[in-house]
């Protein structure tokens, strides 16, 4: 057992990637995605600070296995395919993951427009595996929401809906997704849902600034949550 242990322990030393090393091999992300990871919605390029290091992790390996990134109606994500490819192997895929676990966690400005209290209701199919705030369950394969850029959350609820996602054959949590996705009804309920999924994150921020969260629970800044206590954020 103890053996066994060690092995254990070494490996999830070796999976924790090196910060340093993914620092050069993120350059070829910079032009897209940004020097701190931020995202450029000009180029489709979502945020990607601050998303959990092991969905960074499989969606990396799944671009580069074409589970992602080959569908015909996935244009974007056919041009994120060969980015992936310049990633020799999983030490790399590790090191840069790393480097990008050092970036701040700013959000994003809202850009989605919808009716958050409606979201609120139709969020509820999700509260089983995303979490009741958006935070995601790894023991669920259930990345968390909040924080990532609105838009691209809208884009890829059209893409589980329309089967661009989901819908590969090895895509295994992809395929769990896509019946979720079938539950907003139209492009309206997308929005709202989404907007809602906005609204849990600024709430967080607003919390931890008022001492009401422990820094543990998340890092997200949002110069927006400077409003008085007690608003409606809605």
């Not at 390029?45 to 290091?53: N, T, V």
């Not at 960074?56 to 490819?85: C, E, F």
């Not at 895929?93 to 701040?104: D, E, H, R």
């Not at 919390?207 to 949002?222: I, L, T, V, W």
């Amino acid at each position: 057992w103890t053996l066994l242990a060690l092995a254990f322990a070494a490996g999830s030393a070796s999976a924790a990637g090196d910060p340093a090393a993914g620092k050069s091999l993120y350059a070829t992300c910079t032009a897209c995605h940004g020097p701190a990871g931020q995202g450029n919605k000009a180029l489709n390029a979502p945020k990607i600070a601050g998303q959990e290091d092991w969905y960074l992790t499989r969606q990396l390996q799944n671009y580069k296995k074409g589970i992602r990134g080959t569908h015909a109606g996935d244009t974007y994500g056919k041009q994120m395919a060969p980015m992936a490819m310049t990633l020799a192997d999983d030490a790399a895929i590790a090191n840069v993951v790393a480097y990008i676990g050092t970036f701040p966690d700013t959000a994003p400005a809202a850009t989605v427009t919808g009716d958050a209290a409606r979201g609120e209701t139709l969020y509820k199919t999700c509260i089983a595996c995303h979490g009741a705030k958006g935070e995601g369950n790894k023991a669920l394969n259930a990345p968390k929401l909040t924080g990532l850029s609105d838009w691209y959350a809208v884009t890829q609820l059209k893409h589980f809906k329309s089967g661009v996602r989901g819908s590969h054959a090895y895509d295994t949590y992809g395929k769990q997704m896509a019946p979720m996705s079938m539950t907003l009804a139209d492009d309206k309920a997308i929005m709202d849902v989404v907007a809602y999924i906005n609204s849990l994150g600024k709430q967080s921020a607003l919390a931890r600034q008022c001492g009401k969260a422990p820094a543990s629970s998340g890092r997200f800044f949002y110069p927006e949550a400077r409003l008085t206590v007690g608003r409606n954020l809605l």
